[in-house]
């Protein structure tokens, strides 16, 4: 039986949009995540294998895989309020590998074979939402909300700090696809950042 997922999209706007799970993040921030990483986990399953058998699980398991941010440790709580909030709209079986792939998504253990392929898929979806424009988006806000002068904050950031967050995060990757994703979004923030420096200090770039 297919997944309505317009009812699925609604609850999780009910009980997410109005969230705001990050001080320094804008409002709704884990619901517009989450419906981000439910494109991008579908994408990433077509480059990685054909198999689609899990394309619906993984699509809900990413729509719902922060509910539970804010409650420490955000994946076994999502894990434990998905089986709850879902268990009239989805059938058992399908409902508890939901909740399994979301329990998982923080385990990233990339050099050890501690996750099936489902549960990789999401991580490095979820992760990689995190890069690129939207990376650049919530670099704002953080800097924003949380340091006084925040275009200075940020090129602080990228010029002292962004090349150590790159590598650590890169290293989280299960999939070569994943990384060949990351270093697109990589190499587009350095170029914003290269802009940034220069037009901040009231320059032009040509």
């Known amino acids: 039986m297919s997944m309505d997922f317009e009812r699925l999209n609604a609850l999780a706007e009910g009980w997410m949009r109005a969230r705001q799970a990050h001080l320094e993040r804008e ?14 986990v579908l994408e990433l399953r077509r480059r990685v294998t054909e198999d689609d058998s899990h394309d619906e699980i993984l699509r809900a398991a990413a729509i719902f895989h922060d509910i539970g941010k804010g409650i420490e440790p955000h994946a076994q709580s999502g894990a434990a309020l998905v089986r709850g909030l879902l268990r009239e709209e989805i059938e058992p079986q399908a409902l508890a590998e939901i909740a399994r792939l979301i329990a998982s998504h923080c385990d990233r253990r990339p050099r050890e074979d501690a996750h099936d392929v489902w549960a990789r898929l999401l991580q490095d979806a979820d992760l990689l939402d995190h890069f690129g424009s939207y990376g650049i988006w919530m670099l704002s806000m953080n800097a924003a909300n949380l340091s006084h002068g925040s275009i200075e904050a940020l090129n602080e950031f990228y010029q002292n700090q962004y090349g150590e967050y790159i590598r650590k995060n890169r290293a989280l990757l299960n999939f070569a696809q994943s990384l060949a994703v990351f270093d697109e979004k990589d190499a587009f923030v350095r170029q914003f950042a290269s802009r940034l420096r220069v037009e901040s200090a009231g320059g032009y770039c040509i």
């Not at 409002?27 to 991008?40: D, K, L, N, T």
């Open 27 to 40: 409002r709704g921030s884990v619901y517009f995540h989450g419906q981000r990483v439910a494109v991008g």
